[in-house]
């Protein structure tokens, strides 16, 4: 009998249960465009290079290959054309980016466009605005410096300008003393001693990113901890490169760490990665660059 009451007892549970995720549960019919594919453009100048990525988007599910096409790239300096192309997809079996030299520098308060135009996936566009250059002084570098960490530091003053946003990258390079070449170690770098950043290290780009949000308009003195000590016995010099970027690359830069710091994290808020390409999809970047050598005493 006992038995009996067991097995009553347990249909019912399974029936609320059941009854339950019924009630709980919602179905709904959603209608999903049709996906337009377009051009998917990564463009970077710097100096007098640009690095140059072109493919085309493709639905979520889609797996069939990427289309191979021929794209023409144009790149103007206040309307004045520095580069011109035709780049082939079917080259991105080989390697991810074509690396030229353009015929101009990058300049102060020039705006530059860039133009991909294709048969397939029609034209895509991008203007940005170079900002001020940048400015650093009083540089040096500090014998286990940090704090709390058996690492050498990195030290020096930014002049801001106090008329603008700005935006900066900051990579260092060490030339070994082993080397008889020109070859450079990238330096992986973190802020220190209460140095205001975005504290996002791109190892992509093997630098940090950070903003005049806490300083605007000041010289600014910032530390930077190094990724070991004994720099100075281990190099012969230091090379420091520090770029102005615009704001589009910046939020680039910040929506995509977002969205990596997201991808794995059920709980967190979904990141978009933005944008600044018309009638297209990726980033046109445009990198200010002023290097500086730190010769060790």
Known sequence: MKN??????????VSAFVSCEDAFTTTREIDIPDHEEKLSVFVRVES??????????????DDTPYKDFIANVSLLEDGAEILNLDYDTQNEIYRRYDTVT??????????????????????????????????ISDIKVIKNGSEDRDEDLLEFKLKDDKNTENYYFLRVLGKSKKQYSEHYENLYIYPEKGTESQKIYFRELNGQLFSDFSFNGVSKKLFFALNRAGIKEKFEHLKIQISSITKDNYNFF???????DSSENPFSEPAIITNNIENGYGQFFVFNTKEYIYNFE
């Open 4 to 13: 009996i009451y067991k097995l009553l007892f347990l249909f019912a549970l």
């Open 48 to 61: 007098n290079k640009a690095n140059i990525f072109i493919s085309h988007s493709k639905k979520i599910d």
């Open 102 to 135: 353009i015929d101009s520098k990058i300049k102060v308060d020039k705006t530059y466009t860039l133009i991909v135009d294709s048969e397939k996936f029609g034209t895509a566009k991008s203007v940005q605005k170079t900002t001020s250059d940048v400015e």
């Open 254 to 260: 910040i929506s995509k760490f977002e969205f990596d």
